[in-house]
């Protein structure tokens, strides 16, 4: 949920009202005006505008005599819908645990969803979309990672299809956000406590290292204990078990490998794990690790690995509910939605007298 300060009351109050339909917080009957504006204290005028909003949208409609009510999602949408996924790969096992969370839930939305994979080339973009036309699809889902530059997010928009965005730096657009700065501040903030300010970071963003909201994050939980940004201590990789590997051994060979890393994605943690040992290391006595989702199972771990965690089902729920928003709605203004992250501590991590594994929320 986005909420600007300097918005209208009536907006900030639809906002919230709106959060609260997409979580299913708000079904059925809702609240009468009367009550809404003693809720949320405002006059009546101002509640009727923020209900108008929504039954603008289609979220809501009045029966006369009886109220307002929440649009029933299950039978919002007409008919069978195909909506299409575009992923970088389905190698990276945060990507199918996503797919997976889809699936589960696209029964009960009367939806298929029909994944394609771009391999990040540019002409794979043409191809899906030429497939897309062919079946006849509502919608697209695109993950960030998908379409790196402007030219491959342009034909994405041309093709005129509605676009959902997953962590996707397209402006306009439905997207759905990885709470990504919170979870690099608090896996940061986590290294700092327990293993010092001597803290790295390896990236795998296409879009450079300080671009990203996983830096600002980390930068930040740096320089709020006084720490200062080592530069030396930053490396940028493709976002794999091998560049995980190869990012960590030349930190290795140049006898810079900070006190503690936190890497881009928990398999490219993988990778660094593998470097480590390799050079006769011990994790976290010589090095503690952090990653960026908790995708991996901790069975096929050598060392369990600490990581930030987003809810693959709040992720899925949220896609498929802006999914059949924007196929009631078309012409609705785009909505920006957040994933909260958890901290999972893990042996990689964990305070050498520490023993189990923790959840912080």
Same mark, same amino acid.
């Given at each position: ?128 979309? =030429? ?37 996707? =730096? ?43 909201? =996983? ?147």
């Amino acid at each position: 949920m986005s909420i600007r300060s300097n918005q209208p009351i009536y907006l900030h109050v639809a906002e919230v009202l709106r959060h609260k339909i997409y979580t299913k917080q708000l079904t059925g009957k809702i609240p009468g005006i009367r009550e809404l504006a003693r809720e949320y204290s405002m006059n009546f005028k101002t509640a009727n505008k923020a209900v108008a909003v929504l039954i603008d949208e289609g979220l809501l409609h009045r029966i006369q005599g009886k109220g307002t009510f929440v649009v029933d999602s299950a039978t919002g949408l007409h008919g069978h819908h195909i909506v299409g996924f575009i992923l970088p790969d389905l190698i990276n096992p945060n990507f199918a645990h996503i797919v997976q969370a889809l699936h589960q839930k696209e029964a009960e939305k009367n939806i298929s969803i029909l994944v394609s994979t771009t391999d990040r080339q540019l002409s794979r973009i043409e191809d899906i979309l =030429r497939m897309y036309r062919q079946r006849g699809i509502s919608a697209i889902i695109v993950q960030g990672g998908s379409a790196p530059d402007t030219e491959a997010l342009t034909r994405i928009l041309d093709a005129k299809f509605p676009v959902i965005g997953m962590h996707t =730096r397209i402006e306009g657009i439905d997207n759905v956000w990885l709470a990504a700065y919170a979870g690099a501040q608090m896996a940061t903030d986590h290294l700092i406590e327990h293993f010092g300010l001597h803290v790295g970071h390896i990236s795998g963003s296409a879009y450079g290292i300080t671009n990203t909201r =996983r830096f600002s994050g980390y930068r930040d939980a740096i320089l709020s204990k006084g720490g200062n940004i080592d530069f030396s201590l930053l490396k940028s990789t493709e976002p794999s078990y091998a560049g995980g590997y190869k990012a960590v051994k030349e930190l290795i060979a140049e006898d810079r490998l900070p006190r503690s890393l936190f890497m881009y994605n928990q398999i490219m943690v993988m990778g660094a794990i593998n470097a480590i040992i390799g050079a006769g290391l011990s994790i976290p006595q010589d090095v503690a690790l952090i990653g960026f989702d908790d995708s991996v199972d901790v069975a096929e771990m050598i060392v369990p690995t600490s990581t930030i965690d987003f809810s693959y089902s709040d992720t899925a729920n949220q896609l498929l509910a802006l999914v059949e928003r924007r196929l009631n709605n078309p012409n609705s203004r785009p909505e920006q939605i957040r994933i909260a992250p958890r901290l999972i501590i893990r042996e990689s991590s964990q305070p050498i007298d520490d023993v189990g594994s923790r959840i912080l929320s």
